[in-house]
């Protein structure tokens, strides 16, 4: 944004001097060139009497990465300018990364869906039974070297745990607190899950294109805030349906994850840890989770 704002203080000064120059002397075209370095960004503001040219480029390595160039098609009445197709809104960010030589496109806008599985205490749930699905269609990225950079977004996530063999979930709603129990004899559970819903701020570094392939691996933390997790359980006693419901878990609102995703194009694997519990164990039965399965990312060729 500084640099806009010094090519709009600049560029006057500029074109008023060559003006002076050409009506004290109308037989000579004064050329008007001026370079700026600033926070890595190289501008050349050039005036040769015919075309004024605004360049910016990026003078990190070797070579120069021209991010955009604005031409007029009047040396002295600067009102219409035009913008190559490489210049964008977010060019204009004073925190954008222009892209730099050898292109990088995160793999940060994606819908995924796969299994949810417990382990360590409290749950063993039927993990082919347990699924997760999600998105993330927000994020923003920066490129730290050829194929290489980091994205981070914001993603939703819904996440389902089922019980089978004969066990469910059952809130006592006096102790506050979320149980696994057994089945008696009489009962016959015909369903038995807990939802949560999730925003997930992920942050990711990747690496792509391997060998001129459009091959991608990232690695990242999530940080998770759980808003809402619900119960439903129905089951039978003496052929008669009893059902279970409670949106009022005490579970923990925030938490944290580890993910990893690899690839081609526009499909993917992933895994996703969770270490934190959703209950303490005064809420409800304490445990950890992985899920795991295929990515969609949008945008790719």
Partial sequence: MKNLL????????????????????????????????YRGRKIVVTDDGNKVSVSVSDTKGKSLSQIYVSTSDSARNEETWS???????????????????????????????????????????????????????????????????????????????????????????????????????????????????????????????????????????ALELVPTARLYTEYEVDGECKKMRDNDLRHNILGGSAFARFGYKKLGLYANFVPTPLFSSKHGPEFKTLTFGLCYFLGRD
């Fill in 83 to 221: 913008v190559d197709d490489d210049f964008t809104f977010k060019d204009l960010l004073p925190w954008s990364s222009p892209r730099k030589k050898g292109g990088f496109d995160a793999h940060s806008k994606f819908f995924h869906a796969g299994f949810s599985h417990t382990f360590d205490t409290g749950i063993d749930n039927a993990m082919s039974r347990s699924s997760e699905i999600g998105f993330n269609v927000i994020s923003r990225e920066h490129q730290h070297g050829p194929g290489h950079g980091m994205w981070y977004g914001l993603s939703f996530n819904w996440r389902t745990f089922r019980l089978d063999d004969g066990r469910f979930f059952d809130w006592d709603a006096k102790a506050k607190k979320l149980n696994v129990t057994e089945a008696q004899d009489t009962m016959d559970v015909t369903m038995s899950r807990m939802r949560t819903f999730r925003f997930m701020i992920p942050i990711a570094y990747e690496w792509q294109n391997f060998g001129g392939k459009p091959f991608f691996v990232q690695i990242g933390v």
């Fill in 6 to 37: 010094f090519m709009a203080i600049a560029l006057p000064t500029i074109m008023t001097t060559a003006a002076t120059a050409k009506a004290a002397n109308p037989n000579t075209i004064a050329d008007a060139d001026t370079t700026v370095t």
